[in-house]
């Protein structure tokens, strides 16, 4: 098992990676074992946009640790698809239930927000993520229509 050591830096490789300056990160991509690259690779999977995913990206584009450069841009970009898909399906899974909360057909509920059933459809099945104005218009027709619903 490699042993890391940091120097002119004011961390220890025990620190938490999230703590580690940009140096350190080096050093242990650079000088680390399978144990330290084994904490970038969870930290970067728990935030595939945070501070760690960024500074290793930020030393992988001058610095090119023969097996770990390449390793460490897959776990980036692996970490970067699982969560894009888990929010599209998050996303999806609100389109769906603000349909089933207004009441309203499919057919309907897509006039309402000015697309077609077909289109609604991609964006309930997850295949189309909407954009955030017409995500906001979906909410306005649901909470419109459960409002009306419950009115005299």
């Known amino acids: 098992m490699t042993e890391l050591s940091f120097r002119n830096v004011d961390a220890s490789p025990t620190d938490p990676v999230e703590e580690w300056p ?9 000088r ?3 144990r330290h690259w084994r904490r970038l690779a969870a930290a ?23 097996g770990v450069a390449m390793v460490m841009e897959r776990v980036i970009d692996g970490a970067r698809r699982d969560a894009e898909t888990a929010e599209r399906t998050t996303v999806a ?9 207004s009441g309203l057909s499919r057919r309907e509920f897509a ?19 909407p954009s955030a104005a017409l995500l906001v218009r979906m909410k306005a027709v649901a909470q419109e229509q459960t409002t009306h619903a419950r009115s005299p």
């Open 93 to 101: 899974t609100e389109v769906r239930r603000l349909i089933e909360a």
């Open 44 to 66: 970067i999977r728990k935030q595939p946009w945070g501070p760690v995913a960024r500074d290793v990206e930020e030393v992988l584009s001058y610095s090119r640790p023969y």
């Open 111 to 129: 006039s309402r927000i000015g697309t077609s059933a077909s289109r609604l459809s991609t964006y309930a099945g997850g295949k189309v993520t």
């Open 22 to 30: 940009l140096e350190a990160l080096q050093a242990a991509l650079e």
């Open 32 to 34: 680390g074992g399978l």
